[in-house]
Structures are given as C-alpha cells and as structure tokens.
C-alpha cells in the first residue's frame, strides 16, 4: 500500500511548490471597492507647443503605438474579416510611410475573435493584457460589443467599433465610437425610400434574429406602421441554408415591397438565390450586408435590381476613389464595407491623437473635436461617440452598386 | 483490476487536481485568468454531463441549453429583481432541478439515438425561447449588467477573485461526483450503463435512477450557467448557449475521459484553453485543433484521463514483477 500513497502525496507536494513560490510575489490584486474613479489628461505638448507623444500609455513605446484590432478572422463571419485585415494592413502600411503617428511607429495587432462572443472577449482581453494596446478597433457584431462593454469600461479602453445596434454607445460610457450610422438611422431609411418609391400598402420583413438584424427589423416594423403600412416580419438564424419556409409565408402576405436586414452577407446570397428560386418579383431594400464584396463575389447575379441603404459605397467621393484603386492594385480585389468603417477609424484615431498626443484621457476628448474626410464620407463625432450620418441609397447592377440618392435627405432632420 | 490500476481514482488525485487549479491563478497572465475562468465555469458543466453519459451511458446533447436556462435564470433574478449572488445561486439549482425532473420524466423513456434527439430538440427548443421570448429574455439583445458577488463590501467582479468562487463550486461538485459514483447510486448508473434489462432485474428502478442522473447534470448545468452569467462580462446572449456549446461540451468530456471526474474537468479546461494556446497559428488554429482533436479520440479513445490511469496501472505492473 505505501507504494501507491506515495505518488499521490509526491503530486500534492509537487503541487504545493508553485504556490509557496508565488504566494509572496505580490500577484493577487486588490478587489474593487464601490465608488473607485479614474483621473483625467491634458494633452501632451513640448516646450514649443507642439503636440508629442510621449511613451508611458499603455501601448506607448520609444518607438512605436500599439493598436489592437478585434475581429472575426475565423468561424462564421471570417470572410468579412479578412477584408477588415487588408483593409487595416493598407492604412497601416500608408500611414507609416508618412512617419506614422506623432514619429511613432504603428503596430497593429490582431486578435481573432472566432466570430462569437466569448471569443470577442477572449480576444480583448489579449489585446488588454498580453498586447497592452494603446486603443482598439473593435468588432462589427453588436453583440460581441455589448459582451465587451463592461471591460471596454474597467479598462478605459478607447474603442473603435462598427456594430450599429442603436444603443451601443449610449452603454459605452465614453468609451466607445462607433463609424457606422446607427441601425435607427437605417431602418428608417428604408421605409422612406420604400415609400417615396413604391408608395405600399404591405411590407415584409425578413431579418436575421440576432440583435442586429431584430434590431434593424424592430425600427423597419415601427417605422412602416407609423406610417400606416402593414408589416409581416419572418426571422432566421446566421449560417441557415434554407429560406423557403420564411419565404413562402411572406409571398403569401402579398408584400409590395420585400424588405431585409441580414447581418452576414453569406446568409443574405442564400435567400436571394432562394427568393429567385421561388419566382419572387416584388422589389427588395434591404440593410448594408446585401452589397458588401462578399455578396458580389458570392452570388452578384442574384441580386441584380436589388436596392440597399448603405453608409458605404465603392467609389463615392474622391477619398473613396482613391481608396478603392489603391486596395484594388494591392491586393486586386475591391474593398467594401467590411473594412471601409476600419479604414476611416484609423485615419479619425490619427487626426485625434494629433491634437491630443498619447494620453488617453485627452485622446478621448479629442476624438469628440476631430473632422475627417473618410472613405464612408465626412466624419464627426456626435456627444454620444456615434461618428458616422452618412446614408446613400444604392441599386446592384452588374458586378456592383450604383448610387440612386443620398438617403439622409430622406430622413426627417435630426 | 489490481489495486495499483485504481491509482488514480484515489482520492488524493482529485485532491492534488483542485490543488494545481487553486495554484492557477498565480501561474497564468491575466490574459489567461479570463480563459481559465471560463474553463472553471465549463467544467462544472461537463462534470453534469459526467453522471449522465459517463455513468450513466445516456447521450445526452443539451447541456449547453441546461447552461443557458441557469444563466439566464441567474442574469433574470439579478438584473430585474435585484436578487444578490446566493439566492440566484439557489434558483438556478431549482431551475435545474424542475428542467431535469420534467425533461427526465418525459423523454428518458428514450434511448439511444432517440433520446439524442429528443435533448437536441430541447436544446434547439431553448435557443428559440431565449431569442424570441423578449419580455423575459430581451431577445437577441441578451442581457447586460448582471451583478458580481459582494462577499464584506468588497465586489468579486475581477477574473483573479471570482476564479475562486467558481472553483468553490467546481470543488463541492467534484466532490459530490466522487462519492456518489462509489455509492450505491453511482452503481445502480453503472448497472444502467452496462444493460438496463440487467438492473432492473437486480431491483433497480431505471426510470427513477435515469431521472436522477439526468436531474444531476441539468443542475450541474444550470449552476455552472448562473456562474458564468454572473462572472467574466455580467452579460449574455441567446448566440452563447446556441447547440454548438452542447457539441463543444461533448467533447470536453469525451476528451478528458467519460467516467471520471478529473476527466471531465481536465477535458474542459483543455478544449477551453486549447484555441486560445494555439492563437498564435492565426487562422489555422482551426486546422490544428481540429486534427489535434481527431487524433485524441482516434489514439486515445478512453480520453486523456483514460489514458493517464492505463499509463499508471502499466507502471507498477513491471514492479511487482521484479
């Protein structure tokens, strides 16, 4: 018997070693007490004052300014991701040939967040802990932001994101800048072009039935029967294949015009095929992911007619163009909006850390005083953090969209 | 089976286990305290899964579903009616209890194939409840702010204090899950496991004794749930208890070895951490662990723990033959 006690007393003391060891290092943190405040920052000037930045931020080095990047590299949205990642790669690239940001040099750095909300976490948390970034560009998914919110918080963490359901920034407490016109702002305009357009009495609605694509639905739903319009609403879940039985119980309502809110734009080629399939004529305005370079690569000739409220358009302005062409001889694809939104978080982050310096208190400020230029149109930020206003109507036609007119018009003046 | 081959089911085993686990915290960056916060908040989830298919022998594919109910029990109770940490606590157990008991009396009639479907119904089933029962659930928007435990004043919302909460409840779990698998219960899931015509030939009521285990593991569930609601980011969504999490569960316990509970702790805290050691393989992690996957269960089909006892009951073999 002694024999086999011993292994078994050897592991416990084996295993007791680590943590004598690191008992005393001083690792276990002090536990929050309620009320705990964070200090401000003014902007970091020289004696000459000029702008500087200086290293002592998270993230700032001699020589370089880490940007962390949280995104969907892999699983179920990774397409869109890797056009974020080019996209990323070439702002980066272009804004160190010119010096990079007050002499530092950019790093980003990459955490995938597997297209879910554990991940996204996972991943800030890497960006936070392991990378120790300066800011980040966060995801596009409204739920993996609300999942992040409350570490974005805790960490005062400058965070970049994409993902538009509507109270998103309001939750951020600052933190959070969003470069994509809110879902309230899109929903609406896709009943305003409807009706301007097709003047209809039935809407459907199909929409996927996470919180990006119930949210779009829920403003597309209040907007119509505000207007007396009556709604059907059918939803899916990402990554379905089949879309005949939400179809056909929404061709049976008798729509005039077919409305959709889709966050992937895989899922948004499937039904179109589908809606095809089925013989559905009945005009479609649907949300931003029906023309994303995804779609088109994917299955343009489905979409053919289609018409979409975007923030972002290949070719609009002269910023984008000149964007667009430069993506197109690096890497000989087209950009879209998976990547526009990133593009133009960079630049605005860059013009703000200019005015600013490296402090994270004044860079926050600052990015509430920034205009910029960017490839989705003119940027500034609102109280709130929301960014982006700009809306376009758009119609697919051959392998991309054209403009029909500026959605924002359309919409009651704020 | 010699004395020596039981090695590792002795209790100091599971002693030295909860040891290196308690040591963890000081042995990871914070970067990592997250994960194996979560890995912690799985293994209570897969120990569940444990009495039911590792003892039991009953597949069952909803335990990511049994998690949900729990936190969204948990994350309810505290958002909504102010409910602090121990009472959520104790309603995600009745919740478990009043799902294993109504679910375990109507399908576990089942076996086999059948009864895998019919948990992948209710798993399914559950998801839709969460996304489109919005009064309740506020739908796919999930629930934000669910509040940390307080223990003197001091909030254990940081990932290095609630590890041990979490642990705290991993332990009495594991601990729960030694003793019954060496009583008579634990033997009367063995019996069922091995043939049902047998034991209930011996005296057994199947159908009380299948309920019981498959009571267990949605109260494992459901508590490990609770949880995660409360710890790692106070908020959740219906896209975090979809039927992937049942698979991934699954394979936890598959992994690190059905019918043990180190093995189905070890196979959680492994499957958890496993994408997250292999990040630096950017996007072909997947590939990686893929293979790393189909490898284990093709080499190593009693699972690692598995392994690990066979390994040791070999050693001491070449001894006594000295």
């Not at chain 1, 690792?27 to 007490?33: A, I």
């Amino acid at each position: 018997m002694r024999v086999q006690t011993r292994p078994g007393r050897l592991a416990l003391g084996l295993l007791a070693v680590p943590l004598l060891i690191t008992a005393g290092c001083g690792r276990v943190p002090t536990p929050t007490k309620a009320g705990d405040a964070g200090g401000g920052g003014h902007p970091q000037v020289d004696s000459a004052g000029k702008v500087v930045c200086r290293d002592g931020s998270p993230g700032v080095t001699a020589k370089e300014l880490r940007i962390g990047v949280d995104a969907e590299l892999t699983g179920k949205a990774a397409l869109s991701g890797a056009n974020a990642k080019r996209s990323l790669d070439m702002a980066v690239d272009d804004i160190n040939k010119t010096g990079g940001i007050l002499g530092k040099h950019v790093t980003v750095v990459y955490n995938d967040n597997q297209s879910t909300n554990p991940g996204a976490v996972n991943a800030l948390n890497k960006s936070v802990s392991g990378d120790n970034v300066f800011a980040l560009i966060g995801p596009i998914r409204s739920t993996q932001v609300q999942a992040m919110t409350e570490i974005i918080k805790s960490q005062r963490l400058p965070t970049m994101i994409g993902a538009t359901n509507a109270s998103l920034t309001e939750q951020g407490g600052g933190y959070i800048f969003r470069f994509r016109p809110p879902d309230s702002l899109t929903g609406q305009a896709i009943v305003a072009y409807a009706r301007k357009q097709f003047s209809p009495k039935k809407i459907a609605i199909l929409h996927d039935s996470d919180a990006f694509g119930s949210g779009g639905a829920a403003v597309i739903e209040k907007a119509a029967k505000d207007a007396g319009i009556s709604v059907q609403k059918a939803s899916y879940t990402t990554g379905d294949k089949d879309y005949t039985a939400q179809l056909s119980s929404l061709r049976s309502f008798g729509p005039d015009v077919f409305t959709t809110y889709a966050t992937n734009s895989e899922d948004v080629v499937i039904f179109a095929r589908q809606l095809q399939e089925l013989g559905i004529t009945t005009p479609v305005v649907g949300g931003p992911s029906i023309t994303s370079q995804v779609s088109f690569d994917l299955g343009q000739q489905y979409l053919q007619g289609w018409r979409a409220i975007v923030d972002f358009q290949l070719n609009a302005g002269d910023v984008n163009k000149a964007w667009a062409a430069e993506y197109q001889q690096r890497y000989g694809s087209k950009p879209d909006l998976f990547g526009a939104w990133q593009r133009d978080a960079m630049y605005f982050m860059k013009a703000a850390l200019e005015k600013s310096g490296c402090d994270r208190q004044a860079f926050l400020a600052a990015l509430h005083t920034v205009e910029t230029d960017g490839v989705q149109g003119h940027l500034t930020s609102n109280k709130q953090g929301d960014v982006n206003a700009n809306l376009l109507v758009v119609q697919v036609r051959g392998g991309g969209a054209e403009v029909v007119e500026d959605a924002t018009k359309l919409l009651p003046a704020a | 089976m010699s004395v020596s081959s039981r090695l590792l089911e002795r209790p100091h085993t599971l002693a030295a286990l909860l040891v290196l686990l308690a040591s963890l915290p000081f042995l990871v960056n914070p970067f990592y305290l997250g994960v194996v916060v979560l890995g912690v908040i799985y293994a209570l989830a897969v120990l569940g899964l444990y009495f039911v298919m590792g003892l039991a022998g009953q597949l069952s594919l909803a335990q990511g579903a049994f998690f949900g109910v729990g936190a969204y029990t948990a994350a309810i109770l505290s958002t909504r009616f102010d409910w602090p940490f121990p009472a959520t606590m104790g309603a995600t157990v009745a919740a478990g209890v009043l799902v294993g008991v109504a679910l375990g009396y109507t399908t576990l009639r089942l076996t086999g194939h059948y009864l895998a479907l019919a948990t992948i119904g209710f798993a399914v089933i559950a998801n839709i409840v969460f996304l489109h029962w919005k009064p309740v659930t506020n739908g796919a928007d999930g629930i934000a702010g669910v509040k940390p435990p307080v223990v003197g004043g001091f909030i254990l919302d940081q990932n290095f204090f609630y590890y041990y909460v979490a642990l705290a409840f991993l332990a009495v779990g594991a601990l729960v899950g030694w003793r019954l698998k060496r009583s008579r219960i634990g033997l009367a899931f063995l019996a069922i496991r091995e043939d049902q015509l047998a034991a209930s030939t011996t005296g057994i009521n199947v159908l009380n004794v299948k309920v019981l285990a498959f009571t267990l593991s949605t109260v494992y569930g459901a508590v490990a749930g609770g949880l995660y609601a409360h710890g790692l980011t106070h908020y959740i969504s219906p896209d975090n208890f979809a039927f992937e999490l049942s698979v991934t569960m699954l394979v936890m316990l598959l992994l690190g070895g059905q019918a043990t509970v180190p093995g189905a702790i070890v196979g959680a805290m492994l499957v958890t951490a496993l994408p997250e050691v292999l990040r630096f393989l950017d996007r072909y992690y997947l590939a990686v662990y893929g293979v790393a996957v189909v490898l284990l269960v093709v080499f190593l089909p009693q699972g690692l723990w598995g392994w690990l006892e066979s390994a040791v009951a070999r050693r001491p073999r070449r001894l006594e033959g000295r």
